[in-house]
């Protein structure tokens, strides 16, 4: 878990981690997220003088953040935690709920990579793909809040089962997961991962080069797709196999180019937040949820 006091501009005041714990079970999560909160709360009254006047959590799985519910984290265990409910009365203060990639994709576009771009989507790459779309300063969360499912994208029809029920998502493929699986079988060691197989792509190895190129030309597909259907000005990449920079990047743009027909190439960027874009977006949430109660 990460946490952080923000101010009114985006700045990050103090940060603190903190291992959630989910083998201790759901509800224990749910507790150390609360305590975590109350901690963080009083950080700020002793040593910046004053208390958070609204909270922001970012949750994985599916969420309605109108209704302030963490509806479903197969990681956590979580069915239907009213999470905003619980967090307001442990704080005495407004709380806003939200996605964790929509909420990283709110502070990429507002003060990292996509602030000078009214339009853009953010796609981080780790365990698997999500996405989120960025128009005007928000994130559109769809009519149901599943707007952004890139990783659920069939590139491959004939590819990988995929934990949705489909074959060939593009998540199976691209993901850093999926990189890692490909290069633990195709290098013979099965601690591998997708950072080592970066690293021998950069050292020349064939073998590791085929599992890269694979995993680029899945993605270059599933984006092409997602230009097709949103056309944003920029384009923003993040999470782990962002970490291999130009390695990733290079062969990334040049793929995406050789797809285009009609459609109008973004600019393809790095994320400039890292992992603290969840808890930026989590302080603008609660700043924007703060503004909407004072001026309603």
Same mark, same amino acid.
């Given at each position: ?24 079970? !759901? ?9 975590? #909160? ?15 006047? #609204? ?12 209704? /302030? ?23 005495? *203060? ?6 964790? *990639? ?29 996405? !989120? ?8 969360? /769809? ?64 073998? !590791? *080069? ?10 270059? #597909? ?33 793929? *995406? ?38 001026? #309603?």
């Amino acid at each position: 878990m990460k946490a952080a006091l923000v101010g009114t501009d985006g700045t990050l005041l103090h940060e603190a981690r903190r291992a959630t714990g989910r083998e201790r079970g !759901a509800d224990a999560v749910v507790e150390s997220i609360l305590a975590f #909160a109350a901690d963080l709360r009083a950080h700020g009254e002793e040593h910046l003088g004053e208390s958070a006047v #609204a909270a922001g959590v970012a949750v994985p799985g599916i969420v309605d953040a109108e209704k /302030g519910i963490a509806v479903y984290a197969a990681n956590l265990g979580w069915r239907d935690v009213p999470l905003r409910a619980l967090l307001r009365e442990r704080l005495g *203060v407004p709380v806003a709920l939200g996605h964790d *990639v929509r909420t990283g994709g709110l502070a990429e576009g507002r003060i990292g990579a996509g602030r000078d771009s009214d339009r853009f989507l953010f796609v981080p790459l780790g365990t698997g793909i999500a996405g !989120a779309i960025g128009i005007a300063g928000a994130i559109e969360s /769809g009519a149901h809040g599943n707007a952004g499912e890139i990783g659920h994208i069939v590139v491959r029809p004939d590819g990988p089962d995929c934990g949705c029920g489909q074959r060939g998502c593009l998540e199976t493929l691209a993901s850093a997961a999926a990189v890692t699986r490909a290069w633990a079988a195709a290098s013979g060691d099965p601690g591998a991962d997708a950072a080592d197989c970066a690293k021998a792509v950069e050292s020349g190895d064939p073998a !590791a *080069v085929r599992v890269w190129q694979d995993a680029i030309d899945a993605l270059a #597909a599933g984006l092409v797709t997602a230009l097709t259907l949103l056309d944003p000005g920029t384009l923003i990449i993040g999470g782990g196999l962002a970490e291999a920079g130009e390695t990733l990047f290079t062969p990334l743009r040049a793929a *995406v180019e050789e797809r285009v027909t009609f459609q109008k190439l973004p600019h393809i960027v790095p994320a400039a937040l890292g992992d603290t874009a969840g808890c930026l977006g989590a302080g603008l949430l609660a700043w924007d949820l703060l503004s909407t109660e004072v001026s #309603a």
